[in-house]
């Protein structure tokens, strides 16, 4: 029996050595003077390769979720130094000190080594060794007992953010396990909103969104040609959240004169540089976004045709249904695909065939009466809708002053080819599906789409597509889709083909309307990422099996019945794509039984299969599973499958990396919605049902009374309709609340350049950099609550009470504090279990109201309070020399398990 305890230091001069003069090397040719030039870059390597004997390997990172290139210099085996690859576009050389890090999280002295079985109690860090077959044996004899008693449906999977390289691993095992219960604690609070919302209104696929932390908006990227004049970022931070990839991108578009506009309460590097910064008050962005729509329309400001030809803000809409008027509507056997406008020449309804028609004046704005049905266009709707909002109501809503929002709009508007990056601050709250909705439709009114220079954009042709592990939706059965929690009500979430974290929670500690019995959890520390952490400890202790699969043990871990070693990225193989050019991330090394995660869901679904799961057994067979790939029964097997798609296999695949999947010019394309179809003899237009970007929302609509598009079969309606036009909730805890009066100061989270999500607190030289939990104040803040630079306070909600140490700055407006999210690795083997200090999320709020697309709840914008604390929280490491016993180990490389 082990105890997993805080190491000794040991025998690790070597790597140490080599770890630090890694990540100086590297931070040498990134930073200093500018990249490398790809030449000398080239010739760099090839000299240090004669002179040392190491070995230089292309790579890419999975510190985040950028896929940064990386050349890694490997010697008998062991890693010794980490540098950006130059030849990888989006990254060209650059490596944040995240990507640095790979050494000490590769070579720490807490990985998870072997599979663990837990002996003690829950809680007492008590484990014994077993074999993988054992673990997985057990794991499968388990999970089979609580199918057969409960229903498949009582076991949930998990996975994360975090550097996770194959997301959708969790998603394929529990559609072939049978339970519609799985979740990412991202998911619905992170990217799914804008993703599914733009992909619904502009029809760009999934990559057709303004996400510059997931790699969209790659026309960023195109600086030295770029066309575009104005930026806005909302909500995103790009200098802390992509350093390497959209933060350089962003300093390049500045240095060629592109003006940027920075919404975000923080003043962070992007802020500092930006021409206006508007530092929102949390949780009001729509309703600003919404004073910026109706001052565009009011001003005349907007591309009119664009919006009259290639929006569907034109035609007619029932306003009793609030479905959009078509052919069949209006006469026996017309057409369901033809929509109907009204014709100023005719003063009548008409149909309009696709894409337009010169013969006919469609009125824009109106309202009319149609065989005695009043119908409006859907400009008009818009306009109706977004009216409250003048610019002075936004200012005092938001807290912002009202000539600088004026100022931003006209920036914007007047100086184009614009766009609008939308980051994930708006989709820490219950306005995350319509946050979305009103960017699109600013981009799309100001006739920002697919032209140069702007963010809306169908490069052709390129990338990857479903070559990574896919769902495997068709062996989920209708009726267990149907017990999927928070489903039928919030079918957003079928995008990503979740479940909802709330009831998940509720069915964990009440068992209603079912009970949760048994949770797979691949990734970090979940307590360290989802609302009202305390509240999953309640749940947790009441599973019959607990299964915690990842690199190192974190404070879920604790909880755990068995822990299983993941593969750090730098032993890991995987596809990897960059604008039109394919690379590799490929294990560099191997150390003790790591497993690759993909594999690790395989294995497990085969062995339930082998005590006699039918459709765990059929998931291996490609037959049954196509045109999805199916289980392979290696990892290998797994590579060569995705690479068959390029005519290879994995082997060969590595050796021609990189290498142009379609020519540049080919995919590199503008106004491919102009470009005419061979089939129709008709512009192509959008991915959308009217092939015009749809402004106004009817399929959002569809979405709740039926879940189409992302279901091939109809749900039960929710319980009420999702509005097909955006609307601003005020968030449910706010200053003019009841909340508000206890807790007056409104909380905020984002990104900081040296963690991501929460991964990397145990690595040495980051915490070293940043050591403990900071809470931004401002001055006038802090003086009214007796609190100075550098002093330890307890913030307090209703939920909960953590400490965090004062950095007072005028970097944050006065009613409004920020953290990060944090937890404590050092303090694991306490009561706390490192996630009780300093964890934001202890704070934050997992109940409704919800977002009603997307059963979103509220990360960011709910109430606080601060006071000074007499110390720091207990057994915390803040000094450089406290971070020594987490050191890398040097360690020699081992064969791949198989399983």
């Known amino acids: ?179 519609p219960n799985w979740f990412e604690p991202g998911a619905s609070q992170c990217y799914m909103p804008r993703q599914m919302v733009y992909q619904m209104m502009y029809g760009g696929g999934p990559a057709g969104n303004t996400s510059l932390g997931d790699s969209n908006c790659i026309e960023a990227y195109f600086y030295n040609d770029i066309k575009m004049k104005t930026f806005v970022l909302w909500g995103t931070d790009p200098s802390y959240s992509g350093p390497s990839q959209a933060g350089r991108a ?111 004046d469609p009125a824009l704005e109106g309202a009319f009466s149609v065989d005695g049905i009043t119908c409006k266009t859907g400009f008009s709707l818009l306009k109706e809708r977004v009216e409250p909002f003048t610019i002075a109501k936004a200012a005092e809503e938001c807290g912002l002053e009202a000539y600088k929002i004026e100022k931003a709009i006209n920036l914007y508007a007047k100086n184009t080819p614009s766009s609008i990056a939308l980051g994930v601050a708006t989709d820490h709250n219950v306005n995350s599906a319509q946050a979305p909705m009103c960017t699109a439709a600013l981009d799309m009114l100001m006739g920002n789409v697919e032209k140069p220079g702007t963010a809306l954009q169908r490069y052709a042709g390129g990338g990857i597509g479903d070559l990574r592990t896919t769902m495997l939706k068709k062996f989920l059965p209708e009726e267990q889709l149907r017990k999927r929690l928070g489903g039928i009500e919030h079918k957003g979430m079928l995008r990503w083909w979740v479940a909802q974290p709330g009831p998940l929670l509720e069915a964990m500690t009440t068992r209603k309307p079912y009970g949760i019995h048994a949770w797979i959890e691949r990734s970090g520390n979940k307590l360290a990422v989802v609302a009202d952490a305390a509240k999953w400890i309640e749940g947790l202790k009441q599973l019959d099996l607990v299964v915690h699969a990842f690199v190192y043990p974190t404070s879920f871990s604790a909880y755990a019945d068995y822990l299983l070693p993941m593969n750090e990225w730098l032993e890991s193989d995987f596809i990897v794509s960059s604008h039109n050019r394919m690379f590799a991330r490929q294990a560099v090394t191997h150390l003790w039984e790591t497993c690759n995660e993909s594999f690790f869901w395989a294995r497990l679904a085969k062995k339930c299969g082998e005590l006699g799961h039918e459709s765990c057994k059929r998931a291996f067979d490609p037959k049954e599973t ?35 999947y379609v020519p540049y010019n080919e995919w590199r394309r503008y106004y491919i919605y102009k470009e005419i179809d061979p089939k129709t003899g008709k512009p192509k237009g959008f991915g959308t049902p009217s092939k015009k970007c749809e402004v106004y929302g009817e399929s959002f609509i569809t979405l709740g009374r039926t879940g189409r598009p992302w ?124 996630w009780k200090e300093m964890n934001v999320n202890v704070l934050s709020k997992y109940t409704g109201p919800y977002n009603d697309m997307f059963g979103t709840y509220t990360l960011r914008g709910y109430q606080v309070k601060i006071s000074k604390a007499d110390s720091a929280p207990k057994g915390i490491w803040q000094k450089p020399e406290d971070f020594k016993p987490w050191l890398p180990e040097p360690t020699d490389a081992t064969k791949t398990v198989v399983l």
């Open 250 to 360: 962003l300093v390049e578009l500045r240095a060629r004169g592109v003006q940027t506009i920075v919404i975000d309460p923080r003043f962070t590097p992007d802020a500092a540089k930006a021409d206006i910064w508007l530092p929102i008050r949390p949780g009001t962005d729509v309703a600003l976004m919404m004073a910026w729509i109706k001052y565009i329309i009011e001003k005349n400001l907007y591309d009119l045709d664009f919006v009259m030809k290639w929006t569907n803000l034109p035609y007619l809409v029932n306003t009793k249904t609030k479905m959009l008027l078509r052919e069949s509507d209006l006469m026996v056997g017309g057409r369901a695909d033809t929509f109907v406008i009204w014709d100023k020449k005719t003063n009548a309804a008409k149909p309009i065939a696709y894409p337009w028609d010169d013969n006919l």
């Open 711 to 834: 279901t091939t079969y109809d749900l039960p309606p929710s319980s009420k309709d999702y509005d097909p036009l955006p609307y601003y909730m005020e968030p449910p805890e706010n200053p003019k609340s009841e909340t508000g009066k206890e807790y007056p100061l409104v909380m905020t989270n984002g990104r900081l350049p040296i963690y991501h999500h929460g991964t990397l607190r145990n690595s040495p030289f980051l915490r070293e950099i940043f050591p403990v939990a900071e809470i931004w104040v401002n001055p006038i803040a802090a003086k009214k609550y007796g609190v100075a630079q550098g002093d330890w306070v307890w913030v307090e909600s209703l939920r909960g009470k953590i400490q965090a140490k004062a950095r007072v700055t005028e970097g944050i407006p006065p009613n409004t504090v920020y953290m990060e999210r944090f937890w404590n690795p050092e303090t694991l083997d306490s009561p706390t279990k490192g």
């Open 626 to 660: 196509a045109p999805e790939l199916p289980y392979y029964n290696t990892y290998e097997e797994q590579l060569d499958g995705w690479s068959k798609y390029f005519g290879m296999t994995w082997s060969e695949y590595k050796a021609k990396v990189p290498f142009d």
């Open 1 to 179: 029996m082990e105890k997993i305890e805080q190491p000794a230091l040991g025998r690790r001069d070597f790597l140490k050595t080599t770890a630090v003069i890694g990540a100086f090397g590297a931070l040498s040719s990134s930073w200093s003077g500018g990249l490398v030039p790809r030449a000398n870059a080239a010739s760099e390597t090839a000299m240090t390769k004669e002179r040392t004997g190491t070995k230089i390997m292309k790579t890419n990172c999975r510190s985040c979720t950028a896929d940064c290139g990386v050349l890694a210099h490997v010697r008998d085996g062991r890693v010794i130094k980490l540098e950006g690859d130059p030849d990888f576009e989006r990254s060209e050389g650059a490596l944040c000190v995240k990507g640095l890090s790979g050494i000490t999280a590769l070579y720490h002295p807490q990985r998870n080594k072997y599979p663990m079985k837990r002996m003690g109690a829950r809680g007492e860090n008590k484990w014994m060794r077993v074999t993988w077959d054992e673990a997985l044996d057990d794991i499968a004899k388990k999970l089979m007992e609580i199918r057969e008693k409960y229903g498949a449906e009582a076991v949930m999977g998990s996975t994360g953010g975090g550097g996770n390289p194959n997301f959708l691993s969790c998603c394929r095992f529990c559609d072939v396990f049978g339970t």
